[in-house]
């Protein structure tokens, strides 16, 4: 098997596992996020260009919207465009990587909690 193709399969195999593993992957089949004037559209409309490598002086087109703060099912989270980044594949491929290694959210708020309500920090 060509190496292109192999790396192809793994790749399909790596998204089929991650759709698996992730139990709010329904709110993406909802027309309100994937229709034809859905927030993802409204999203990328918004903003075509992936936000991660503005940062770093890099134009790159948006092909997903990411969801700054990781919704895990809670609706007001998942539906909010405040909430709603455009990244391009490569970066949004690293952030979930990034997230499931720890297993929860990248970042703190202004006083230095994790924002992840799940982190250990914020469980009482
Ligand atoms: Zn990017």
Redesign the pocket.
């Known amino acids: 098997m060509p190496a292109e193709v192999q790396e192809i399969k793994l790749r399909r195999d790596r998204d089929a596992l991650r759709r698996q593993r992730s139990p709010h992957r329904k709110l993406y089949d909802l027309a309100i996020w994937r229709g034809r004037d859905g927030l993802r559209q409204q999203q990328l409309a918004r903003q075509p260009l992936?936000?991660?490598?503005l940062s770093q002086g890099?134009t790159?087109p948006?092909t997903t919207v990411n969801h700054r703060k990781p919704h895990k099912g809670n609706w007001s989270l998942f539906i909010d465009p405040a909430n709603h980044e455009s990244?391009?594949k490569?970066?949004h491929d690293s952030l979930i990587q990034r997230e499931e290694a720890r297993d929860h959210v990248i970042g703190s708020d202004g006083n230095g909690m994790p924002l992840d309500p799940d982190h250990p920090w914020n469980r009482r």
């Open positions: 992936c936000e991660r490598c890099k790159t948006a990244v391009c490569d970066h």
